[in-house]
């Protein structure tokens, strides 16, 4: 993944030093940068792993899902440079964020308050330049016309989604919203849609997955990314700054309602327990929160017993998922891996829970087995057939990269050899995109009804 994306990064910041060399210098170059300095490129993997789970693994769709996978990494650089903007934060992943970095570059020279504003409109556009590049990367990718339509369909929805979870965090903030449900659509908008279910939806369409082993994926994909939302939100209050590179408690600086805040608040007025909302009246959108009145935000999220409710569904949501995800029929050689990248998405599973359980169906192959090394697979002389795959007589070469070694996995778990080659899931005609509206966000936060399975 890491060498498809330079390679495309370098095309691209060639084409803008044509274009102008100080905007290709002060823009173009920070965008590369940021993307390739990356995070741990989870959305990615779990389009990679999608693709390659459901009998995925040809030259063509691996070519793509190494594009698409650059594409989602480019996207996340938008969603991070203006979320930062936004969120006026001043740190991403323990460096300078980019609006802060480039009206530094010209701070010397006018006024603090004017290198600001400056280095945030820069930032708007850096944004904007990689959500292009993201676009261009997939619009240049061959694949069949009916898989084509599907893709570009789902990446639609995957950056309309994207933008819609950001809003409603801004209009929760302006509006003082403090409701619970708001704050989970925003959390599904966001995290269980755009980083967990849309890259496996992705994956799926690339393999040429059938509906209902897209549907099912979507809705394991769905539990594990609100598990994951919620155990950020936690992270955000009570994690160290040296653990995320940014300040504890931004959510809360920043007004956000989250569901620990909202389901705390809720908590705090069904008790009567005033005490309790006037710390969080007073905390929330508190520019200048000191680590004191954190602490007090802290013990007011312990004392309602929203952080014990949020971590416990947190742990169950997981358990659902990978319970439903056991349940689908899937090749070994990305089953394995998939089921590990999404545990660590959530954050881990509750004691016992990571284990695949006993009795799965016996049309759902078992994983990489205990013990075999989680490394990447050599590469493959360039035109040889991916995993057992009959190699096409005349592969689509149209925007791929140069050479096969760029087909590897993109860095995460992978599966070993002993499973076997792939075995190619087809359905008659490419699967229509699944709807994001069954699960709402709501229901998988209160219905108790897998409960007591997990």
């Given at each position: 993944m890491s060498r498809v994306l330079d390679q495309e990064l370098a095309e691209r910041l060639e084409r803008s030093r044509a274009v102008d060399?100080?905007?290709?210098?002060?823009?173009?170059?920070?965008?590369?940068?940021?993307?390739q300095r990356g995070g741990k490129r989870v959305r990615s993997q779990l389009l990679w792993w999608a693709m390659r789970a459901c009998g995925g693994g040809d030259d063509t769709s691996a070519v793509a899902a190494l594009r698409l996978g650059a594409a989602v990494e480019l996207l996340q650089t938008c969603a991070l440079v203006q979320d930062d903007v936004m969120d006026r934060s001043p740190r991403r992943r323990g460096r300078p964020a980019l609006h802060a970095d480039i009206g530094a570059q010209y701070g010397a020279a006018v006024a603090p308050d004017r290198a600001g504003r400056f280095g945030e409109a820069a930032a708007v556009l850096a944004g904007d330049l990689a959500l292009a590049w993201a676009d261009d990367l997939v619009a240049g990718t061959a694949l069949p016309a009916g898989t084509g339509h599907l893709v570009r369909r789902l990446w639609g929805d995957l950056r309309t989604e994207m933008v819609a979870g950001q809003y409603l965090d801004l209009?929760?903030?302006?509006?003082?919203?403090?409701?619970?449900?708001?704050?989970?659509?925003?959390?599904?908008?966001?995290?269980?849609l755009y980083s967990v279910e849309r890259p496996l939806a992705l994956?799926?369409?690339?393999?040429?997955?059938?509906g209902a082993t897209t549907g099912a994926l979507c809705s394991a994909g769905r539990r594990i990314g609100m598990a994951f939302q919620l155990r950020d939100d936690v992270g955000d209050v009570f994690s160290d700054d040296e653990g995320t590179g940014r300040p504890a408690g931004g959510d809360i600086r920043e007004g956000k309602s989250t569901c620990l805040t909202a389901l705390a608040r809720a908590r705090a007025e069904a008790a009567g327990d005033r005490l309790a909302l006037t710390v969080l009246d007073r905390a929330l959108g508190k520019h200048d929160l000191?680590?004191?009145?954190?602490?007090e935000v802290r013990d007011i999220l312990r004392r309602t017993g929203a952080l014990a409710t949020v971590e416990a569904k947190a742990g169950r949501l997981v358990a659902q998922g990978l319970r439903r995800f056991d349940a689908v029929p899937l090749d070994p050689a990305g089953a394995g891996p998939l089921r590990e990248l999404l545990v660590a998405a959530a954050g881990g599973t509750p004691a016992g829970s990571a284990a695949r359980p006993e009795g799965t169906p016996a049309n759902r192959p078992a994983g990489r087995p205990e013990g075999t090394p989680a490394t990447p697979p050599a590469a493959r002389a360039q035109g040889s057939p991916a995993n057992g795959a009959t190699a096409d007589p005349h592969p689509s070469t149209a925007n791929a990269p140069a050479g096969r070694p760029h087909a590897s996995p993109p860095g995460g778990p992978t599966a070993s050899p002993a499973t076997g080659p792939a075995t190619r899931v087809t359905a008659p005609a490419p699967a229509p995109a699944p709807a994001p509206q069954h699960d709402t966000p709501l229901s998988l936060f209160a219905s108790h009804s897998e409960d007591s399975r997990a």
């Open positions: 060399p100080v905007f290709a210098d002060d823009l173009a170059l920070r965008v590369a940068h940021f993307t209009q929760g903030q302006i509006t003082g919203s403090r409701s619970l449900s708001r704050a989970l659509r925003s959390a599904c908008l966001k995290s269980a994956g799926a369409a690339l393999a040429g997955a059938d000191s680590p004191a009145d954190l602490e």
